[in-house]
């Protein structure tokens, strides 16, 4: 099985593209690999995209890159970019930036996949609630921010075997809400698949990260 690729710079263009692949080609979502020269997905321009997979019933796996601009606090160090930190910082962003917007009001069957368990995110769901009931956010949500990530975000252990990790996002978001991954080439993939079946879970924790929640998201 496969996800499609989509030329994010052309929005309709996008859309029509993650149909074609869908329909025509039995493709169970898209991967987009963060922002698009410098625009990220919570932009007004990019709203066919969301309402296309969300009438597909399809996710939208949003993948790290590069930021548009080096942030300036890892500035000088390298080994703090990329995969170390930065990614997960950038992807983690982009992700909530979705949650900020309403794009899940919009559109509340929106599916939405994030690796490396979470990005930092199922970690700060308690914080996140707490700072924007005293904030005055430019739009406002009908539910809190945790809210829509347990309910609209899956998650996968790719680049993570770790078991603190797992637990906490098993904790924050539900075993149903996590998929076993690989993160390809940047990761042992043996020794990924040694952490899901040694790692302590449930029985039936395990049988739902390492296949059965990809076959009911992905309708494998």
Known sequence: ???AALPCQDPEAAARELERCV?????KGALVNGHTNGEY???EKFLVIWERAEALGVPIYLHPSWPPEEPHCVRGYDELQGAAWGWAFETGSHAL???ACGLFDRFPGT???IGHMGEGIPFTLWRLDDRWATYEPRRPLEKRPSEYVRENFW???SGVS???PLQCSIAALGADRVMFAVDYPHQDQQEAADFIRQTPLENDERELIAHGNAEHL???
């Open 155 to 157: 998650i996968t252990t």
């Open 1 to 3: 099985a496969a996800f």
């Open 41 to 43: 997905l919570d932009d």
């Open 218 to 220: 992905l309708g494998l």
């Open 23 to 27: 329909r025509e080609l039995g493709f």
């Open 97 to 99: 930036r979705l949650v």
């Open 111 to 113: 599916r939405l996949i």
């Open 162 to 164: 770790s078991p603190e």
